[in-house]
């Protein structure tokens, strides 16, 4: 009897030991977002990549005024649709004035973090900026997001972007 007790539990064991683990839902805000319009006989990209971990979002962007492109890295909080944006650097333009440490010309005067309080939401797929204390579904126009992509083409950050992202959702920015 106890021996085939033993037999029965060393099966059930490997059934379960057999099954997969059941898949994580996705987090809400990884993935990217892109938009691309024509400007004087060029297509002008603009993006959002995200990395969520638990409440942990972490973003590269890049956007396009006065004739430049500007790009930036943040990091924020997630709750539900909203991710609130602590913290960001790079390019100086309408979003910071600080670049990134490693990333500044000789002789900035600033780099490292600059506290920002903006705030990013996911309404139906698509990918809302605004201030604190928006909601992102309440009044939104769909041609007023920017729509998720599977993949941004030759309009991704450069490796070592992605590589800081990898670090940054991890705990290391």
């Known amino acids: 009897m106890r021996l085939a007790l033993v037999a029965i ?6 059934v379960v030991a057999a099954k997969p683990a059941p898949a994580q839902a996705p987090a ?11 400007w004087q006989g060029s297509e002008i990209c603009e993006y959002t990549l995200l990395a969520q971990r638990d409440d942990r979002v972490c973003g ?25 944006i602590e913290k960001i650097c790079g390019d100086p333009g309408s979003e910071t004035d600080t670049y990134c440490a490693g ?4 002789g900035a005067a600033k780099t490292g973090w600059q506290a920002i309080d903006r705030t990013l939401g996911l309404c139906n797929g698509q990918l809302f900026g605004g201030r604190a204390g928006f909601h992102p579904c309440a009044g939104a126009s ?17 490796p070592e972007e992605r590589a800081w992202l990898a670090s940054c959702v991890a705990g290391t920015e």
């Open 28 to 38: 809400p805000f990884d993935g990217a977002w892109m938009s691309c319009e024509s």
């Open 142 to 158: 769909r041609r007023s997001g920017v729509p998720k992509v599977d993949d941004l083409g030759g309009h991704g950050p450069e």
């Open 103 to 106: 990333r500044a010309p000789s």
């Open 60 to 84: 590269l962007q890049r956007y396009f005024a006065t004739n430049a492109y500007y790009e930036q890295r943040f990091v924020g909080t997630v709750k539900e649709n909203v991710a609130h």
């Open 9 to 14: 539990l060393s099966i059930a064991a490997g």
